[in-house]
């Protein structure tokens, strides 16, 4: 039997090289890869054309491009990407240009990358945390999951692949920092609740046991993590792979999205949301679960071990 060919949006991306990566690592019996790009000449994308995937140029701003770059697809992976612009509006625009194009295509089974709507258990008029841009709370979410309907409305083939946090912010934006007496702190604000997180290309891993999964995922939702851990876990975590101590030291919800750095006040609500709805958020997010799906998700500690380091000379 011929093999399939999924195509990827956002592949020179977190997400998208991961299911990429986890194609091609596959073999090409039961599947190809196509991998979108703007630019088909950077480095990201010569590495995946070097690695054997079909590379072609995608933008989500160019509907007929788009619908050419999914030509003869049978399914795709589907990520926006919020923070280039940070426009929640925009990137329902870019939604609804991906789904004419997979629809123009005749894409048998879209993978979507998704997030909840977090106004579902606090509303808008709801002070404990601010309101951003009008209408949400964390816009990089609830306007993913309002694009859920989008996909749901025009009949399109979904799997709603529900992601979280990067282990990889625990080495960059979130990494732990020196304080003044030189002791390594991880300032995150979660109180003593519980952080679902996942390697991001273990995200493409578990959207290949879907696309394998075929039908039967066709309007599920699959909420998934590698390993669900307090601060407190997370910095022993840290310090065991840099061989140093790291305190955890959390700081308000407020205190956060007062560090002014651009999408603090967003980031901040995120975490918040994290913390006061753990139950809701983390509870369908069991690493066990989800590893009956896709044995290879890591732990934060597996993770760690392939090759930990602090962004700069922490
Ligand atoms: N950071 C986290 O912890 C986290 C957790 C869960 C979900 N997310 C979500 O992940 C999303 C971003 O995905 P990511 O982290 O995989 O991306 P990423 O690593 O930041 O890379 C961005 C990707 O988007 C592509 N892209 C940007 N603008 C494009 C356009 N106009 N047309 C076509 N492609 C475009 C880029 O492709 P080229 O540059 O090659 O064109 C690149 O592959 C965000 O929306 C965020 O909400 C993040």
Do not use: C
């Not at 789904?99 to 123009?104: G, R």
Request: charge should be negative; proline fraction near 5%; aromatic fraction near 10%.
């Amino acid at each position: 039997m011929a093999s399939k060919t999924i195509a990827v949006v956002g592949a020179t991306g977190a997400q998208g090289s991961g299911v990429v990566r986890a194609v091609l690592a596959a073999g090409g019996d039961e599947f190809t890869v196509r991998a979108l790009t703007r630019d088909v000449t950077s480095a990201k994308a010569r590495e995946l054309a070097e690695l054997g995937a079909d590379v072609v140029a995608g933008d989500y701003s160019d509907p007929e491009g788009l619908a050419e770059a999914f030509a003869g697809a049978d399914g795709a992976f589907l990520v926006t990407d919020f923070w280039t612009h940070m426009d929640p509006e925009k990137e329902q625009e870019y939604v609804r240009n991906l789904i004419d194009a997979v629809q123009k295509a005749g894409v048998r089974h879209v993978v979507w990358s998704t997030l909840e709507d977090t106004r579902e258990l606090i509303p808008v008029d709801d002070p404990r945390m601010p309101t951003l841009l009008g209408r949400y709370k964390v816009p990089h979410f609830d306007a993913k999951a309002e694009a859920d309907e989008f996909f749901r409305a025009a009949g399109v083939p979904t799997t709603f692949l529900r992601t979280t946090f990067y282990y990889e912010n625990l080495a960059d934006a979130l990494a732990p920092a020196r304080d003044e007496t030189g002791r390594l702190v991880l300032t995150i604000p979660m109180g003593d609740a519980p952080l679902a997180g996942i390697a991001s290309g273990d995200i493409g891993r578990v959207a290949l046991s879907i696309f394998r999964g075929g039908d039967a995922y066709i309007g599920r939702t699959v909420s998934i993590a590698g390993d669900v851990l307090t601060g407190t876990e997370i910095a022993a975590a840290l310090g065991e792979a840099l061989g140093e101590p790291v305190e955890y030291r959390p700081v308000t919800h407020d205190q956060f999205r007062a560090f002014g750095f651009p999408g603090a006040d967003e980031y901040g609500n995120m975490l918040q949301y994290y913390t006061d709805f753990a139950d809701e958020f983390t509870g369908p997010r069991d690493p066990a679960r989800v590893r009956e799906l896709t044995p290879e998700v890591q732990s934060l500690r597996e993770w760690l071990a392939t090759g930990y380091r602090l962004p700069t000379a922490a």
